[in-house]
């Protein structure tokens, strides 16, 4: 099986839900290679939340594919 060394996935959750939503998610493509994140954001409003999740893909290593639910 092929690895996905330095690729990221950040997972981000919709509006009024937690990254824990993305518990039974991470360990899959982790297992394969990717490092995986699901960012938590603050919940507070649309704006800060994107501007939050922006923060977070911004600080990745390497690129990125971003998901949400």
Known sequence: MAT???TNIV???RT???ASSWSKVIPLPHET???TV???NPM???????AFSKRIIALQAH????TSI
């Open 4 to 6: 996905a060394s330095g």
């Open 44 to 50: 507070t409003s649309l704006p800060d939340e994107t």
């Open 11 to 13: 997972l981000v959750h």
């Open 16 to 18: 009024f839900a937690d």
């Open 38 to 40: 699901a960012v938590q």
């Open 33 to 35: 290679g990717y490092h």
């Open 63 to 66: 690129r990125s594919t971003v």
